[in-house]
């Protein structure tokens, strides 16, 4: 069972970068390392996926280190508009529940 | 075009009614799911279905019960509803798998109230 931690909330200001951290000890080999932002009234969305080193799209990078214990969500030069719950998920295709555990995520407020 | 939609948006009942909300999802999809979000924003997964037949039942009372009458839909009913039903209930869908690296599209959640 790979349970994840993540602080309950984060504060950032404007232009900067972000970074979220997710434990996840118990992580399993076939584990991938999934993280959705949620707004308020919204259902969550998809950011960013990896299994191991780093990976970037057009809105975060995630970065993960050799033991995947841990991996870490960046979001580059931030806005109001990131406020938001962001959630990290690990799990692999078939593992059920346990690769669906949304968890408390962690409530990211950006000021001016 | 709206991936995933749920209808209705609100839904306020009282207890020991019965009610369902309804899901669709127009991505060609394998696999939907529902999720419950209570008052204190924690999210956690009710039901999967993939290719209509049920994956995950996580400890869910059977007065809900999920039915997919085929691959674009999955609707959830619940009977006698109770005080502890009152939640936002999410549907989503994946291209594949279920628990796994397999991106989730969310609907706009149904609130329901019960009173």
């Known amino acids: 069972l790979a349970k994840t931690t993540q602080p309950i909330s984060m504060d950032s200001y404007e232009g900067q970068e972000v970074n979220i951290t997710c434990s996840h000890n118990?992580?399993?080999?076939?584990?991938?390392i999934t993280w959705y932002q949620q707004f308020p009234s919204q259902g969550p969305r998809f950011i960013i996926q990896?299994?191991?080193t780093k990976v970037t799209n057009e809105v975060a990078s995630l970065f993960i280190p050799a033991d995947r214990k841990s991996s870490t969500l960046s979001l580059p030069r931030v806005s109001l508009s990131d406020t938001a719950v962001y959630y990290c998920?690990?799990?692999?295709?078939?593992?059920?529940?346990?690769?669906?555990?949304f968890g408390k995520g962690t409530h990211l407020i950006i000021q001016p | 075009d709206t991936a995933v939609s749920q209808t209705p948006k609100y839904l306020v009942t009282q207890m020991g009614n019965d009610k369902s909300i309804k899901c669709e999802q127009n991505?060609?999809?394998?696999?939907m799911y529902w999720y419950k979000q209570d008052s204190k924003k924690f999210l956690k997964i009710m039901f999967s279905?993939?290719?209509?037949?049920?994956?995950i039942n996580e400890t869910v009372p059977n007065r809900f019960s999920p039915k997919s009458p085929d691959k674009a839909h999955l609707n959830l009913h619940i009977n006698s509803l109770e005080l502890g039903d009152s939640a936002v209930y999410f549907c989503?869908?994946?291209?594949?798998?279920?628990?796994?690296?397999?991106?989730?599209?969310f609907g706009p959640g149904t609130r329901l109230t019960v009173t």
């Open positions: 991505l060609g999809h394998d696999t």
């Open positions: 998920l690990v799990g692999d295709e078939g593992g059920g529940a346990d690769g669906l555990t």
């Open positions: 279905y993939n290719n209509k037949e049920l994956i």
């Open positions: 990896g299994y191991k």
């Open positions: 118990n992580i399993a080999t076939n584990d991938y």
């Open positions: 989503a869908s994946s291209q594949g798998g279920y628990g796994g690296p397999y991106e989730q599209y």
